[in-house]
Nanobody, 119 residues
Framework: QVQLVESGGGLVQAWRSLRLSCAASGSIVSIVAMGWYRQAPGKQRELVATISSGGDTNYADSVKGRFTISGENAKNTVFLQMNSLKSEDTAVYYC?????????????WGQGTQVTVSS
């Protein structure tokens, strides 16, 4: 099994910054990618940013230029630096890890961390 532990969420004023962290542990053989998703009340979960094991990154249009994803492969950890936060960034943020074991792929989720941006 794989466990993901997120930290760094909280209440912040608009245009301030927050940094989320996610550490993965357990049966981690080969990481394909790690990433962050978010879900606002009444909305579907959406991609925020992902980073592959090779360092390739992908961002939602709504966060490009404001958020930066980075990772420490040796520690199975991923970070999300969020700058210039807006009220519409308010959501529960979930960490995700995608693993490969032989020919199969597996996806695991963290428990989520609340980010609330006050205007």
């Amino acid at each position: 099994q794989v466990q993901l532990v997120e930290s760094g969420g909280g209440l912040v004023q608009a245009w301030r910054s927050l940094r989320l962290s996610c550490a993965a542990s357990g049966s981690i053989v080969s990481i394909v990618a790690m990433g962050w998703y978010r879900q606002a009340p009444g909305k579907q979960r959406e991609l925020v940013a992902t980073i592959s094991s090779g360092g390739d990154t992908n961002y939602a249009d709504s966060v490009k230029g404001r958020f930066t994803i980075s990772g420490e492969n040796a520690k199975n950890t991923v970070f999300l630096q969020m700058n210039s936060l807006k009220s519409e960034d308010t959501a529960v943020y979930y960490c995700n890890i995608r693993l490969r074991r032989y020919a199969n792929y597996y996806s695991y989720w963290g428990q989520g961390t609340q980010v609330t941006v006050s205007s």
